[in-house]
């Protein structure tokens, strides 16, 4: 998992972007079967220690809850293998890899809460839209408002909430930038260029932004379950309090399924599309 640096700056990026605009005129066919890439993962029947826990959760989407458990960062850090990551968090891969067939052959979290894997492009990011941006957007400002009354009321005598709403107030400030910029900007590319266009248009600074944005979230999220105790309802000093452990928590899963949606799948098919290859120009 990152390690929590919520303080950490980030390179100034022209999120408006022109240089995306203006080129659906030249737009031509790439012949490419946009499930090839999805049918090769998702035909992985055998998960082994070296298989990068992006790809795991691709495949096994059933076994996201899990990871988020055992704490395995499937989102940015979903290019480590299994065995890596097991290794940082003191915990043995084959040991896991048993926990995920058992939940196959067991039916107990094994459904695919969205087949996102077997998804086109445009309906990728349809659903990232309205599973993930649309309930984040109307998240964040209730947790602020949680955050509000949780600081009033205790700041004074436990000085980390202070922390804790610092932290989070640069991270929904982030990410609600970064909704618009994927809405306006990267998601209406995608959709262009999965009908045909020519991949001229699609600005690698706007995925590297992206990416940037994922990791920063991702340490934040990291620092919050550090300054929330890990989320352990027991800490919660008073009903608001527990609402607002509930709440980061929730927030701290989706989040980590949204931005694998995007890291691990979205942005390698887009990659892909555009440039040929994984590597931005
Ligand atoms: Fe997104
Ligand atoms: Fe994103």
């Known amino acids: 998992m990152p390690q ?116 086109s492009l445009s309906e990728l990011c349809d659903h990232i839209v309205e599973a993930h941006h649309r309930e984040t957007r109307q998240e964040l400002p209730r947790i602020s408002e949680l955050l509000e009354t949780v600081v009033r009321v205790h700041g004074a005598q436990r000085a980390e909430l202070l922390d804790v709403q610092t932290t989070f107030s640069r991270m929904r400030d982030d990410l609600e930038q970064h909704f618009d910029l994927e809405e306006e900007l990267l998601f209406p590319v995608c959709r262009a260029i999965e009908a045909g266009a020519a991949p001229a248009q699609l600005d690698p600074r706007v995925l590297e932004l992206c990416t940037d944005t994922h990791e920063l979230t991702g340490q934040a999220l990291s620092a919050l379950r550090e300054l929330c105790g890990g989320y352990d309802p027991k800490l919660a000093l008073c009903g608001t309090h527990r609402a607002l452990l509930q709440a980061l928590h929730r927030l701290e899963g989706d989040l980590h399924q949204h931005v694998h949606e995007e890291n691990n799948l979205l942005f390698p098919r887009v990659r892909e599309l555009a440039f040929g290859s994984q590597e931005c120009p």
């Open 4 to 119: 929590p640096t919520p303080s950490g700056s980030r390179a100034e990026a022209d999120y408006g972007c022109p240089a995306c605009r203006g080129y659906l005129a030249e737009l031509r066919h790439d012949a490419w079967s946009p499930m090839s890439r999805e049918d090769e993962r998702t035909a992985m029947t055998d998960i082994a220690p070296t298989t990068a826990l992006g790809d795991l959760a691709l495949a096994r989407p059933g076994a996201m809850p899990m990871l988020e458990r055992l704490q395995l960062d499937y989102c940015c850090g979903g290019r480590r293998s299994l065995e890596e990551a097991c290794s940082q968090r003191g915990l043995d891969p084959h040991t896991v890899i048993a926990m995920v067939n058992a939940l196959d052959s067991g039916g107990d979290g094994g459904a695919e809460p969205h087949d996102v894997a077997r998804a």
